[in-house]
């Protein structure tokens, strides 16, 4: 791909990278095109699958071994998006515990706390709720997929399927509910959520991606 003397890319080798993303740049998405460029045989990354002298394709081990680590990514990311949101519900909610708005009460000047607010609480308690109910069920997710790993070593490929339907459908709520729960604890932050030194403003960027990756969610629930 790139010359071992100067570093560079190989004639006929385009790299490079995607540019800034709304979030998630912590991670660098690049791109690579090849133009007339050969590659040899023994440079491929081959240890699943492979391409025969004569241009074949051939899996080297079984197909259902590839999808249970596509399994395992996608229950990776609903316990990463399930994480963000509890977070963003901590978040605000001590925000809401510090911030004061407004004299109401009465016999006092001390303004109320956000978090006396009815409305508020509606906001802060469903996504809070929301997120360690998903910790509940996640945990039975991953008990099911370590079982499932388990059996997969002893050559029995029954508890796939079923995997395969619920990582799928809870990659598609559970990023849904952290994307969309996100967004309005942090709103519940007021102009403070604006503040990337927020740190709040940051994690929805970082869940953003969460929706498309690993299978964009409108097929996931499919
Ligand atoms: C931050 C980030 C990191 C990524 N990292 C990687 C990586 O490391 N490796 C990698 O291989 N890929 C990576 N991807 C790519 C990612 O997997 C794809 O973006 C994703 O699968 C969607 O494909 P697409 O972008 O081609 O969307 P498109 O196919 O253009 O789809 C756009 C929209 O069209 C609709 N749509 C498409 N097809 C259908 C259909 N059949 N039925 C109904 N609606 C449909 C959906 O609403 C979909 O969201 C990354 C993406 C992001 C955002």
Redesign the pocket.
């Known amino acids: 791909m790139r010359s071992l003397e100067t570093h560079e890319p190989l004639p006929g080798v385009q790299v490079g990278d995607v540019g800034t993303?709304i979030g998630?740049n912590t991670?660098d998405?690049g791109y690579l095109m090849f133009n007339q460029y050969r590659v040899p045989r023994k440079a491929l990354l081959s240890r699943f699958v492979s391409i025969t002298k004569t241009g074949d394709f051939k899996m080297k081990s079984n197909p259902r071994i590839i999808y249970q680590i596509m399994v395992q990514t996608r229950i990776a990311i609903t316990a990463g998006a399930a994480n963000v949101l509890h977070r963003a519900a901590c978040c605000a909610t001590r925000y809401a515990a510090c911030r004061r708005q407004f004299a109401s009460i009465k016999g006092s000047d001390e303004e109320r706390q956000l978090l006396d607010y009815q409305l508020h609480q509606d906001t802060l308690s469903k996504h809070l709720s929301i997120a360690m109910t998903l910790h509940l069920v996640i945990s039975d997710l991953i008990n099911l997929e370590t079982q499932s790993s388990i059996e997969i070593q002893n050559g029995s490929f029954k508890l796939l399927d079923i995997l395969h339907h619920f990582s799928a459908g809870m990659k598609a709520l559970v990023t849904d509910f952290c994307y969309v729960g996100v967004d309005e604890l942090r709103q519940a932050c007021g102009g403070a959520g604006f503040l990337l030194s927020s740190g709040i403003a940051d994690w929805w960027g970082e869940a953003a991606?969460f929706p498309?990756?690993?299978?964009?969610n409108?097929?996931m629930y499919q």
Do not use: A, L, Q, R
Request: no cysteine; glycine share 8%; proline share 8%.
């Open positions: 993303k998630y991670i998405n991606p498309t990756f690993e299978g964009v409108v097929i």
